[in-house]
């Protein structure tokens, strides 16, 4: 057996680092994408790699590698032993199926399987690709580089950390690196592989260069980040989006409000319409609440039980008798829920009532959450109305709550809330005697000391920082998640029992359009209304809503006993209700909906704006080979026009253009006609590079040309002929 | 190219031949001298004595068969002593004129800038003007007529140092320099018993030189050429380190010497490669280096090459 030789030694030590290198690129796709398929993507790969690097020829390799794909297809996939006629007519159909959504454009709809497939034909073509670039061009720098940015960028833009991988990646980089100088300086020096001994030589100041390196990088202070990291933003914006599955797929992505662990960050505004509604007045829409406050966001400290119901709501809110009751009747119809799957409904709401039949309800008196169930599954009905009775709370009466706090889970504070956020609740609270008083000086605390309503420069808390305490004693600024979170965090603070909701702003009143039969007026609401507020309990009232964010009105109406003053004022609270176009209201929490509701346009129709951007994206890219390609061979592409203008003309100007072309295309590969170089000298020196002394002989016939004023003509045949063997040498 | 013309050169190389058995190794010099000869111009040799100045001169008049004269310039030599006197014929009751040395083939000037200004300028006036007066009668040189001066470059006492004016007269400059150890044994292997010069013979006659001088008249001189020879000499003007850079007559004589070269080269026409290989010995003594370039260590043939080295060479024609 005869041992490999070196130089192949070197193209496969190479291709191993780029096999390292590629598993760099498979192992982030765990995280970052839905994929857990990562270690069969990473066997294949091996595969595919090992099966290239044994250099068989190509009509074994391939039908491997093609065998290795369906194997892996059928372990992931398909259920029918492998290799029977129902496992190839299931193969087929899966494949028939997914060309058809493509030819259709309806990307959405692919399945994973056919995803899956795409992804592993990419691999294969990779191995060959690697091999190529490193095992026989030898040229791994633009590999290793486009590694570091997409480890960077995945580091960046999502939650992956990268910072082992990174440098693991520049570890493998640099001695691929070094390896590749190594065989360049050999092939261009025309060496032979020096012994072991000297290889040792070679390779281990790249290993102490590696090694130090890699322990100064490691070691060395690293600058702060100058901008705030942007991946909670990010979250907040594509979390549900990424690879979203098709009908039938596999994984579930989460829905509306699970989000809420992590608050903070800016957002960009949506109007895509979430519903419209009907309304005698306007008012919130109330979806849910959260009890559990963990100095970064919401959760749920117990997730309660979802009662059945035919369409009654009765012990969804409980209200006193004190409070005033008012008949009303709204109705609701869907647009673009996007992810919001519950039920949004009214304080006092009563009754709902399916317009479609079939259709169930539950409801979940701890959380709020009204769900709408067709044969067992949630789904949200296209319109509903809803019976309420709209509560008046009476003012004067939640005044005469004065003791402490009751109901535990809403008194919820995390140990690490600073205590300036209590002594801060304190000293607002401290002139107010009652719970109603309290809960007010609250809430007008925000607008009455400069805090700033603002959706797109909002602070991210850093790790171990408060949400509240960031909002209430640094920034100031902020929007209706940091004013409500805020205020229920305060009224803890002392002892006074307080959730957080979250819905929708009443919306904006529609004039002309009419969805709905009556005359009540309507209303639109849209991403951008998505609100978070506060509600506040009174023992013997129930939870009344409070807004403490700047800019907005409390929809809810309150009594105030019979005073004129008192009657006034609630007159004037109505008249204060604000334009619906100036709740530019879309906390991060819910922006989740309109990346859902724009896949569902995807989905749902002609180009959209991500595959118009693709297309423009293809054509740039193919633009760019092109070009690329026509500069690269643009000199073979002139050579055959000269050579034929060559093989016509005999003057002298053409000679001395053909003759000048090929002292551009030795320039190309590096013989360039120096300054102050004679014809001949140069000429000299490439017949030297050739071997040959074809050059010398057609300068001969070129200095006569030129130096002589001689004509071509009687040598026309014996120049044609040396000048295309030269352009030929020099453009193979 | 012509039958006639190709002949003639296969000539010169015989000739060549014929001066390297006297001087071992100096086939650059003995071209140079040729080349000198063949473009009608003048040499002048800057080296120190006993490196075989006197042999290359002689044995190129030997081998033309050529009337050779020398003149060892000294501080009292006297113009005329130069170019002759007229003597009064008691018998005859005529003056007659004694032609002096000037008045052959070849003249070995030697030690030019030992004599005064005035014995000097004599003969380098004579050398340009092709022809001498001596008491009112005008007297043309014989043809060919070819100068050698020599210089010695070591000493400077008692010398009258040739002025720029006057150096620019002289088509090349060389320097011989020893010879190598081979060549010096060799040398001394050949002159062991008698001295190589005694044997040597003539190869061809006056005619035949004055032919070849014909013949290198119509060397081809393409115009590229001539702009390559115009951007080399405006470069030397341009050149901070020289003083004083090259004459018009540097253009002429950079031409000529150009053409002698690629005739020795078996060549009608001048390539750019002839005038980068002359620049140096034709540009070196016509130039004035400053002081500045000689205080950074510079010589005139550094700067020269330099100068070469970055003049762009015309590579179409026109």
Partial sequence: ?732 | MTQQMTTQQNKIESILQNIEQVMVGKREAIELSLLALLAEGHVLLEDVPGVGKTMLVRSLAKSFNLDFKRIQFTPDLLPSDVTGVSIYNQKEMNFEFRPGPILGNIVLADEINRTSPKTQSALLESMEEKHITVDGTTMELKRPFFVMATQNPIEYEGTYPLPEAQLDRFLLKLNLGYPSIDDEIQMLDRTSSEHPIDRLEAVMDQEDLLRLQEDVTHVHVSDAIKKYIVYLIDATRKHPLFDLGASPRASIALMKAAKAYAYISKRDYVLPDDIKYLTKHVLSHRVIISSEAKFEGKTTASILDDIVRKTIVPIERG
């Fill in chain 1, 1 to 732: 057996m005869h041992s490999l030789k070196a130089q192949q030694w070197i193209s496969l030590i190479l291709y191993g680092g780029s096999l390292l290198l590629l598993l760099e690129w498979i192992f982030p796709l765990e995280e970052v994408t839905d994929t857990s398929f990562t270690s069969t993507f990473v066997m294949y790969i091996v595969l595919c790699f090992i099966l290239s690097a044994t250099q068989l020829p190509y009509w074994i390799v391939s039908p491997v590698k093609l065998l290795g794909l369906l194997f892996v297809m059928h372990q992931l996939y398909f259920e029918p032993t492998f290799f029977t006629k129902a496992w190839f007519e299931l193969f087929w159909l899966d494949l028939n199926t997914n060309l058809s959504f493509l030819w259709a454009r309806d990307w959405v709809s692919l399945t994973s399987s056919f995803r899956t497939l795409l992804f592993l034909i990419l691999l294969w073509m990779l191995s060959y690709l690697l091999y190529y670039w490193f095992a026989v061009r030898k040229k791994p720098f633009s590999f290793i580089l486009f590694t570091f940015i997409y480890l960077t960028v995945l580091d960046t833009f999502t939650a992956f950390d990268a910072s082992t991988p990174i440098i693991r990646a520049f570890i493998i980089g640099v001695a691929v690196m070094g390896v590749a100088y190594l065989q360049h300086l050999l092939e261009n020096e025309n060496m032979r592989m020096p012994a072991m001994k000297t290889m040792v030589k070679w390779i281990g100041p790249l290993l102490i260069v590696i090694g130090f390196s890699t322990i100064i990088g490691y070691a060395a202070p690293k600058y702060d980040p100058i901008w705030p990291d942007p991946v909670p933003f990010i979250q907040s914006t594509a979390e549900g989006s990424g690879y979203g599955d098709g009908p039938g797929g596999g994984v579930q992505r989460i829905g509306y409000g699970e989000n809420d662990e992590r608050l903070g960050g800016g957002f960009v505004q949506d109007d895509t319409t979430v519903f419209y509604a009907q309304a005698p007045k306007s008012q919130y829409w109330k979806v849910e609440t959260k009890d559990t406050y963990t100095g970064h966001g919401w959760t749920r400290s117990q997730d309660g039980q979802f009662e059945h119901s035919e369409g009654s709501l009765e012990g969804l809110q409980e209200y006193s008798d004190l409070v005033d009751l008012n008949d009303d009747h709204a109705q609701i119809q869907f647009v673009e829920p996007g992810f919001l799957n519950k039920l949004v409904y009214t304080y006092g709401v009563e009754h709902v009532t399916p317009v479609h039949d079939g259709m169930s309800l539950e409801f979940n008196r701890i959380t709020g959450e009204v769900l709408s169930k067709v044969d067992g599954q949630t789904r949200l009905p296209e319109s509903y109305e809803i019976d309420m009775q709209r509560p008046f709370f009476p003012v004067e009466e939640m005044r005469t709550v004065t003791e402490k706090g009751e109901l535990d889970q809403y008194l919820q504070l995390p140990d690490s809330l600073p205590d300036r956020v209590v002594s801060l609740a304190e000293e607002i609270t401290a002139e107010h005697d009652n719970r109603y008083d309290k809960a007010k000086a609250v809430e007008e605390f925000f607008s009455s000391n400069g805090f700033i309503y603002e959706t797109q420069d909002v602070a991210v808390p850093d790790g171990d920082e408060d949400y509240v305490d960031q909002f209430l004693f640094e920034t100031q600024v902020g929007y209706c998640d940091n004013f409500s979170t805020s205020m229920v965090v305060l009224l803890r603070s002392v002892d006074i029992p307080a959730r957080w909701v979250k819905g929708f702003t009443e919306g904006e009143r529609l004039t002309g359009e009419d969805y709905f039969e009556g005359h009540q007026p309507e209303y639109e609401i849209t991403n951008n209304n998505a609100h978070s507020w506060v509600e506040v309990y009174f023992p013997n009232v129930g939870w009344v809503p409070f807004e403490p964010t700047v800019g907005f009105n409390n929809q809810s109406s309150f009594s105030y006993g019979e005073t004129l003053d008192d009657i006034l004022e609630e007159e004037e609270q109505d008249y204060e209700q604000p334009e619906s176009s100036e709740t530019p209201e879309l906390p991060e929490g819910e922006e989740e909906e309109e990346d859902e509701s724009d896949d569902q346009a995807v989905a749902s129709g002609s180009m959209s704006q991500p595959l118009k951007y693709s297309l423009i994206g293809a054509g740039v890219v193919l633009l760019t080979i092109i070009i690329w390609l026509l500069m690269k061979k643009r000199l073979v592409i002139v050579s055959k026009w000269k050579k034929r203008k060559m093989e016509n003309y005999t003057d002298v100007e053409t000679f001395t253009e053909a003759y000048q072309f090929l002292l551009r295309a030795l320039a190309h590969k590096g013989l360039v006609f120096g300054e102050g170089q004679t014809l001949r000298e140069f000429a000299v020196d490439v017949d030297r590079w050739f071997g040959e002394n074809h050059m010398s002989q057609l300068t001969a016939y070129y200095e006569r040309a030129i130096y002589r004023d001689e004509s071509i003509d009687s040598h026309h045949a014996e120049v044609n002929q040396l000048w295309n063997k030269l352009v030929n040498d020099v453009l193979a």
